[in-house]
């Protein structure tokens, strides 16, 4: 390899960019961690710095690449807030419930454009950590605005019997 050839392979080399890495937010903590040991950084620098520091690293936003805005805030703040009082009520809701009231909420605000897609639906359930579980058997059917009270006479019919001689015959 002539002189020219290996000054032109090094020339070239030195202009190769680096390939992007995409941090996740844990990894911005560390970087603003390390940057702190830097004396006097700016104002902008300082409110980029504690908005990382403020990242639990051992919560699920940690393993974030990146901060995306809600589109619709209002209705993303209201529907959270009615999952919050349904979950709390031990009410049943499943994805064509949040897409109801989804539709609900965003008439109240006049928002038009909103397609109520599954897509959305699907990102609400993740960004506010819900899980859909399906109900079998018994527990699809069971009454449990009477459970207490079938409890109370399941009781009262086998007071008189001995536990040893008290079967449960569904399973069998």
Known sequence: MSQQQRKRKSVQDTFQPNKRVVLTHAQKRQLCLDSQKTPRPTQEELAVLYKWLLVNPDSEDANKQKERPVYFPQ??????????NALTAELTINTDILREKAKYFAQQFEINKFSFSNGWIDKFKRRHNLKEYIKWGEAKSAPL??????????????????LNDVFNCDET
């Open 75 to 84: 209705v993303e703040e209201a529907l959270s807030l009615w999952v919050t």
């Open 145 to 162: 605005e009477t459970l207490d009270e079938e409890r109370d006479i399941l009781r009262e019919i086998i007071k008189d019997y001995d």
